[in-house]
């Protein structure tokens, strides 16, 4: 996949983060595509954090998918992973690309699968222009 | 592919070191890790079993320098080299840029090279990439143990089981020690640039 997205895109897709996870209370919020990349993200993390994190994302739903075809899906939607205090929600917004959200546990996970999927809704056609 | 961000004015890039294992892929990946400055590369993540083989990736995110206004950022990853983790080799290719292909100069590992190139290929078949076509470099690894006791191939026999066909530059290196690893990362880098730069003029992306 090739792509290039220009700063008035990248500027959107931030606010839209912004909007609908990160004033919700989610620490972190970002994209990345299916080769490991990022592609954009808001919220507290560091850059060191961020792009080791968006590697084993991209990676952990590769591997997924595989498990998924083993039990005859083609992939799983989302993937949900619960820490003592803070957890990971990933949701595939289409082939190419997923939301990562990292929240704490007074957010509720109906809220972040809320978000997330109004923020799809609203990223993805900036993302396959 | 690559990802290109106007907004940060920078170009995002994949480089998978491949090759049989215990070749010294993540040798060469740790290499860089320990040697290079902390404002050119960031946190190496590794998934490794007990015995310190690769399971599943290294990573190493690089800034490697400037072109056309654009930072150019290098996620370098290492796959698993043994046969059975062919599923995970695929899915680390998934967006491949560039790929360095580390043979194992030991003899006794001449078939494994062999069948590793031929993995390589067949499997950038399957991300609709020609191994002729895509920036690649050979490196030959453990020249070391050339001269010991130890029976090693020479560059002639490397030359011919691997790089008779795609006559891409090879470099011989001994990653333990850290020669040829810089060499090897430096002209795949080139190669990976000038591919990327040369679709961006185009209009490719």
């Known amino acids: 996949m090739n792509l290039v997205l220009s700063g008035e895109s990248i500027s959107k897709i931030e606010e839209i983060l912004e909007k609908e996870l990160l004033k919700n209370g989610v620490k972190h919020a970002f994209i990345v595509d299916a080769s490991g990349n990022l592609i954009t993200e808001q919220g507290e993390l560091g850059m060191e954090d961020l792009l080791p994190l968006a590697a084993l994302a991209a990676a952990n739903f590769g591997a997924t998918e595989r498990m998924a075809n083993i039990i005859g899906e083609r992939d799983f939607t989302l993937l949900f992973h619960k820490g003592r205090e803070c957890n990971i929600h990933f949701c595939r917004m289409n082939l190419d690309f997923i939301l990562v959200t990292i929240f704490n546990n007074d957010v509720p996970v109906g809220l972040i699968r809320l978000g997330s999927s109004r923020a799809t809704e609203k990223m993805l056609p900036m993302l396959t222009a | 592919m690559a990802f290109i961000d106007m907004k940060r004015k920078e170009i995002q890039s994949k480089l998978v070191y491949y090759g ?186």
């Open chain 2, 20 to 205: 049989p294992g215990r070749g010294g892929k993540t040798t060469n990946v740790l290499h860089l890790f320990r040697t290079m400055s902390k404002q050119v590369c960031g946190k190496m993540v590794t998934i490794d079993t007990r015995g310190d083989r690769t399971l599943f990736f290294d990573f190493l995110p690089l800034s490697v320098g400037k072109i056309m206004d654009l930072t150019i950022r290098i996620q370098v990853y290492t796959v698993p080299g043994q046969i059975v983790y062919s599923d995970t080799r695929k899915l680390v290719l998934r967006g491949v840029d560039g790929v360095v292909f580390v043979a194992d100069a030991l003899k006794i590992q001449q078939q494994q090279n062999i069948e590793s190139i031929r993995d390589l290929a067949e499997n950038l078949k399957g991300e609709k990439l020609d191994i002729h076509s895509l920036p690649l470099v050979l490196q030959y690894n453990k020249f070391d143990l050339a001269g010991t006791s130890i029976p090693t191939l020479s560059v002639e026999e490397l030359e011919y089981d691997l790089n008779r066909d795609l006559g891409v530059p090879y470099f011989k290196a001994s990653a333990i020690k850290g020669v040829g690893v810089y060499e090897t990362l430096r002209e795949v880098s080139k190669r990976m640039i000038r591919n990327i730069t040369q679709k961006l003029r185009e209009g490719q992306y």
